[in-house]
């Protein structure tokens, strides 16, 4: 199953942040979200609340996701 999650991230200043979008892939929406906990800088890991919503797309919806945050990182 594809996924994709808008998630709280840090490192932007003292008590700001910004949101930021995944895509992700698992066998179930559990196994996401704990996967999505363990990202690069994530805020409060050890809680849920960083994640701002978890949505189940389809493969396409994932492949172009997937190369439109490829093609901005070349950027």
């Given at each position: 199953?594809?996924?994709k999650a808008v998630?709280?991230?840090?490192?932007?200043?003292?008590?700001?942040?910004?949101?930021?979008?995944?895509?992700?892939?698992?066998?179930?929406?559990?196994?996401?979200l704990q996967r999505?906990?363990?990202?690069?800088?994530?805020?409060?890991?050890?809680?849920?609340?960083?994640?701002?919503?978890?949505?189940?797309?389809?493969?396409?919806?994932?492949?172009?996701?997937?190369?439109?945050?490829?093609?901005?990182?070349?950027?």
């Open positions: 199953m594809f996924y998630i709280e991230c840090g490192h932007v200043g003292a008590g700001n942040s910004i949101e930021r979008v995944w895509f992700l892939k698992g066998a179930d929406p559990i196994s996401v999505a906990r363990t990202l690069p800088r994530v805020k409060r890991k050890d809680t849920l609340l960083s994640i701002k919503l978890l949505q189940r797309i389809s493969k396409d919806e994932y492949i172009c996701g997937m190369n439109e945050r490829k093609k901005a990182v070349m950027q």
